[in-house]
């Protein structure tokens, strides 16, 4: 079972990657970009078959490891 | 108009952040966990409004500055 969880700097959180990819893209001539953030996305392959079972324990990988509570938010996906 | 870009390592290329959490995983007890990829999530929010024209435009940013596309791949979601 394929699961993928999205980690992103919580909005108030300064993100420095994501203002610098901005500025590149303006350097370069895109105009129209009001924003940018940048964040991680975390592809996991599990043996649990069970699809509520993985969520379950995704999110308590997301809690312990994969996201920084304090400034990163996490969204989880089972495939 | 918000896009989303995500950009992955290509198979067969050496992940080895997605290594270091798949050990770190280990070490802290979670089982069956068989495989990590890890890679970059850009969120972009964008003055155009006309769908096919945003796709247009982040295909040509992940061409010439999100992505290395030796090395990496990429999808684009416009939402």
Do not use: W
Request: hydrophobic share 45%; glycine share 8%; aromatic share 2%.
């Amino acid at each position: 079972m394929k699961a993928r969880v999205h980690v992103m700097l919580k909005n108030g959180v300064l993100d420095p990657q994501g203002e610098a990819v901005r500025h590149a893209l303006g350097q370069l001539g895109f105009e129209g970009v009001e924003g940018v953030r940048q964040g991680k996305v975390i592809e996991l392959d599990l043996a649990e078959t069970d699809a509520d079972k993985a969520r379950e324990t995704v999110t308590e990988m997301c809690e312990k490891l994969l996201a920084n509570t304090v400034i990163e938010s996490y969204a989880v996906e089972i495939a």
